[in-house]
């Protein structure tokens, strides 16, 4: 810094003869002398000695002190102008003496409101699903935004960024009409952002850009009456953001996250630099509205030259997918001027009241910020296709765990079972004989054994798995990643212990203990196979009579009820068999349905109600996306969308 003191030394002799602690931080603690000023000052001017004094022995009551005198350290810029005129003391004198002004806070229209209370309902539902990290960027937009929200809307915040000889301090000089900023040889020479307010109420702002009060400034009370329309502006001088020491370019980052415009100063030979393109323009492309590019030193171009660099600088910001606000239309402003000779620094001021009595910079600044937060956001919540779960999705998972609980098995075993029994009540006394028998030897519980063997319930099992990852697997088609996953998670979770919770759903839901329900013709059925029986009887007992003598002889009589008998008991039998397949196919059809909704609700309790809840907030998180990129959904779960501006 005392190379570049020297150097402004040499070009400005009254600085020699006046020198600003304030501008120099360096070297306010030891580099204190007199000033040259009018007698009648001289109260003033200890008042500022003994502010300087204080501020090295005990910054931080200097800082309250400072701010709670005058909220525009700019006394000395204002005399070293004019060696100490008696019209610019006066001015910084009012100046102090208007204080608090009423600040009105800025006020967002509707529709960036409604993105706002989107993009922050979006955050709240995306914290389970998404990682911090993904959300970072949004977060600040909406920290940023209420912070802005609570500040002044009638002031504008420029700042001027540029690269290492550009003349932006120049320039910044030029517009506030006092030589306020350093200029120089020897870089860097603007070590920290200084501000320059032309109207009161801006202390909130600038305090939000970690600029202190000996870096304020007020512009020439003569140049703020003449640029009335740029009331409300507080300008901003940055540090190179090229420059070599690290936090000047730290500083520039962070303050360009918090102005409201920026005028982007390059020269006739850095114009094209890969840097302030690729880490600057294309990244900021969606605040065109909010930017300014200016090339400086126009007048080291000869003829037409200006005009074909500046026509081969719009080139250049087109392809950063930067819009040109050209033929009224709205988009970054390109102009050409010297800062030195003062060519087309009227144009830009003229550019700059109209920019600034808008009001409306701050709100678009915001808007351009969400949706460069869309933009980025949108991998993680646009689907490639429509998504969800479809009615034959659903039909196909119950239809597995149908297969895998057995409930077609069960069904045709109930059926067998019903069969028998008829077979039981309607069939000849000779087969319930030997069916009778046959039981007496293996005894029957009236229940059906579903899976009995170890190798039936470890397929059961592997069939239940299959169908889970199956529904998963349909269920996050197409979903971005973070959704996928946990609709993946959703249904894993739920498969445990699903095979054996349809274990004891099968025990529950088969075939009630006992013989099965006999419909009212068996008991014709029954006594028609009685009569039968009984005929056999009657034509034996009457054949054994005539062969002992008791009877008197008479075959055909006997023969005739015997062969009745015979014939008519398996002719019965069959008849039932053919009537019991309607009624026996229903009764296994129902204990198959009994089964199959009872594996169904399990599956749907235990996966699907699951894997629907996290569709069903994806839904819901698409429907906010929609609403901060400002473009339709639909009515699916997942329609893509992209995001038009800042998403390169």
């Known amino acids: 810094m005392t190379a570049v003191t020297d150097q402004d030394h040499t070009e400005h002799p009254d600085h020699s003869e006046h020198p600003d602690p304030a501008d120099h931080p360096e070297h306010s603690d030891h580099s204190e002398r007199p000033e040259r000023s009018n007698p009648s000052d001289h109260s003033e001017h200890s008042d500022h000695h003994h502010a300087r004094h ?3 022995e005990r910054p931080g009551r200097d800082a309250v002190r400072a701010e709670a005198m005058s909220p525009w350290d700019d006394g000395l810029i204002a005399r070293r102008v004019n060696g100490g005129g008696e019209e610019e003391q006066r001015a910084v004198r009012e100046s102090r003496a208007s204080g608090p002004q009423t600040v009105t806070p800025l006020a967002y229209d509707p529709q960036l409101g409604s993105r706002l209370d989107a993009l922050r309902e979006l955050v709240g539902l995306s914290r389970a699903r998404l990682d911090h990290r993904t959300l970072a960027q949004a977060g600040r937009v909406l920290e940023e935004s209420s912070a802005r929200r609570r500040l002044s809307g009638q002031h504008t915040v420029v700042a001027i960024a540029g690269a290492t000889g550009s003349g932006k301090s120049q320039l910044f000089n030029a517009l506030a009409g006092v030589p306020i900023s350093e200029t120089g040889v020897r870089r860097p020479t603007t070590a920290a952002p200084i501000a320059c307010s032309w109207s009161d109420g801006a202390a909130g702002l600038i305090e939000r850009l970690g600029i202190p009060p000996r870096l304020r400034r007020r512009p020439l009370q003569a140049t703020t009456d003449a640029d009335e329309r740029l009331r409300g ?29 920026v005028i982007w100063v390059v020269d006739p030979e850095k114009y094209a630099d890969a840097m302030l393109h690729e880490r600057y323009l294309r990244p900021m492309a969606a605040h065109a509205e909010v930017m300014f590019v ?5 007048d080291r171009l000869p003829g037409e030259a200006a005009e074909q660099v500046l026509d081969d600088l719009r080139r250049l910001l087109d392809e950063d997918g930067i819009v040109l606000g050209e033929y009224g239309e709205p988009g970054t402003s390109v102009l050409g001027l010297s800062a030195l000779t003062g060519d087309g620094v009227g144009e830009l001021r003229e550019a700059l009241g109209r920019f600034v009595a808008e009001r409306g910079a701050p709100a678009r600044r915001i808007s351009a910020d969400v949706d460069i937060a869309a933009a980025r956001l949108w991998p993680v919540y646009a689907a490639r296709r429509r998504t969800g779960l479809s009615e034959e999705a659903r039909e196909e998972f119950a239809d597995r765990l149908a297969d895998a609980v057995g409930a077609t098995a069960a069904g045709e075993a109930a059926e067998r079972a019903w069969l028998r ?15 009778w028998c046959q039981e007496r030897r293996e005894p029957s519980t009236g229940r059906l ?11 059961a099992r592997q069939r239940v798995e299959q169908a889970v990852r199956t529904v998963a697997d349909r269920a996050s088609a197409g979903l971005p990643a973070p959704w996928a996953q946990a609709v993946r998670e959703a249904a894993a979770r739920g498969s445990q212990g699903l095979p054996e919770a349809l274990d004891e759903l099968a025990v529950r839901a088969g075939l009630p203990p006992g013989r099965p329900p006999r419909p009212g013709w ?15 009887f009657v034509g034996g007992l009457w054949l054994l009579g005539q062969i002992a003598g008791v009877m008197a002889p008479n075959l055909g009589v006997p023969v005739l009820l015997m062969v009745i008998g015979i014939v008519g008991g398996p002719l019965i039998e069959w008849s039932c068999r053919m009537a ?18 009872a594996a169904s609700g399990c599956g749907r309790a235990r996966v699907l109600d699951p894997v629907a809840a996290e569709l069903l907030r994806y839904r819901e998180v698409r429907e906010q996306y929609g609403r901060v990129a400002g473009v339709p959904t639909g009515t699916g779960t997942g329609v893509g969308v992209g995001v038009g501006a800042g998403g390169r």
């Open 54 to 56: 204080d501020h090295s």
């Open 233 to 261: 502006l507080v300008l901003v001088d940055l540090p190179d953001h090229d420059s070599a020491a690290v936090q000047h370019r730290e500083q520039v980052d962070r303050v360009l996250g918090l102005v409201d415009a």
């Open 294 to 298: 200016v090339l400086n030193q126009t």
């Open 421 to 435: 029994n008829a077979n039981r009540a309607c069939g000849t006394p000779w087969l319930r004989l030997w069916r």
């Open 449 to 459: 054994a579903l899976r009995g063997q170890p190798d039936e319930e470890v397929t």
């Open 522 to 536: 068996w008991p014709v059925a029954v006594l028609a196979q009685a009569s039968m029986t009984i005929l056999q």
């Open 580 to 597: 019991a397949r309607g009624p026996a196919r229903r009764y296994g059809l129902e204990a198959e349905r009994r089964l199959r909704e």
